[in-house]
């Protein structure tokens, strides 16, 4: 595998950090090749600006129309182009982060905002009777993978299906669906550290087993069974999930997972 | 009423830009008292990091932690604190941004994740066999309002209950409730202006006139009817809530909204 980790957190000696150097380690004794993001130690810039899409940004700036018109000419600053060029090389993604105010830290989001340009990861492909662009199981980024790693302050119990945050998979459904598998990239079940607040010392060990038999069964991890958009399942171009796909009282974003 | 708009849009000239200054007319106009974060006019710092809790933040950081003992100490950075005064100096606060990529913008997340410091919007209250803090109905901004003024590139079906994105009231949940009513605000519905890739110069008067009427029906717009941690519908500490208290077939973020 060739695996980029883009990690997530303010101070290296931190769980989302151990837990980002396991992955390195683990993955690199295996003989898989790993490059990682470490968007603080980068000093990742979070903000979308007109600076980012050079002297010939339009003015008053347009952020998709701009992003793609920089990704054409080849003229996205070189931290973005850097960016898109590991997402080309690798096949496999981590996202390691720690869960706040239930969705990823701003400097991820940033990366998110600054990489995912129109013409790379949105704006690809044709319109047509059949098919409404290639996005949803298509796109640029097709033929890759991706795993969050989560760590969550709170007990599992308060992200299942009655808890008072929301189930987890529906909290993380954005990302994985929104951000991940819209241009092309499968999604593995995420790996999520609950109770990270209370983990002591004497925890880390099973915390540490668990992560590293993920890591090496990456492979053979089955991803989530997002429906595809232009195979079948959808009313083009209203996008609508055809009636009677879905098992009877399903509702809401789990009806965009088959079976 | 006394406002606070937070904006979040690189370029003044734009339909978010347009709306905010709307909204700042309009409710002047109608004699409330208006302040606004204009996020990227102020240069917001998106991104947690150590200088965030001065010189005796610990080592290693810990960031709960560390941003609840600067709170408590007074030690917040002057822009942090200056947000957390318009919000206890608010009743109603009005947040424009623009969805990208089905959520808000990193500098908007990265507004949140530094001015929602512990103890003053977490780890707030007591916990014991009835309450597990004061928190989702209860908090240091309780008695306050919220109100998302979101633009969206995609059409409307596509966020319906069937459509592809998922339903936007689900899309928007952890920010309404896992975000606003977390520490005490009621959140009313979201004034969602979906196609805004399309809206064309002859479609913005209707746009315009919609939206001064929900800014001039503030005061009267109902809540959305989220259920409150501690009074009675949820089992405490697991937070799950009791049996039988939804209605028949309701699953996932609806289950958090009463009736």
């Known amino acids: 595998m060739k695996t980029l980790i883009v990690y997530a957190h303010p101070e290296p000696d931190s769980l989302n950090g151990s837990l980002k150097d396991l992955a390195v380690s683990t993955l690199e004794k295996a003989g898989h090749e790993v490059r990682v993001s470490d968007l603080y130690a980068m000093g990742w810039k979070a903000v979308v600006d007109a600076p980012d899409y050079g002297p010939h940004a339009s003015s008053p700036l347009q952020v998709a129309r701009d992003s793609g018109r920089a990704f054409d000419a080849g003229t996205l600053t070189p931290d973005v182009l850097a960016e898109q060029a590991k997402l080309l090389w690798a096949d496999t993604i981590v996202f390691q982060f720690p869960l706040w105010w239930y969705t990823m830290p701003a400097i991820l989001k940033g990366w998110v905002d600054r990489v995912f340009t129109y013409r790379f990861a949105y704006g690809v492909g044709e319109h047509s009777d059949t098919r409404y ?17 989560v760590t969550v302050g709170g007990p599992e119990p308060h992200y299942g ?14 990302i994985h669906h929104g951000i991940l598998y819209y241009p092309g ?3 593995l079940p995420p790996f999520v550290l609950y109770g990270a607040d209370r983990l002591t010392g ?4 099973d915390v540490a087993a668990a992560w590293e038999q993920r890591l090496l069964t990456l492979e053979s991890t089955e991803p989530i069974a997002f429906r595809r958009q232009n195979f079948g399942d959808y009313e083009i171009p209203s996008l609508h999930l055809k009636r009677g796909l879905e098992p009877a009282g399903r ?5 965009h997972v088959r079976g």
């Not at 097709?142 to 790693?149: E, I, N, Q, V, W």
């Not at 004497?202 to 060990?205: E, F, M, R, S």
């Not at 509702?251 to 009806?255: K, N, P, Q």
């Open 133 to 149: 662009g290639e996005r949803f199981g298509e796109g640029t980024l097709a033929g890759r993978r991706a795993l969050l790693s």
């Open 161 to 174: 299906a009655r808890g008072i945050n929301g189930p987890i998979d529906d909290l993380l459904f954005p």
């Open 185 to 187: 990239i499968e999604v």
């Open 202 to 205: 004497a925890g880390y060990p």
């Open 251 to 255: 509702t809401g974003f789990a009806l």
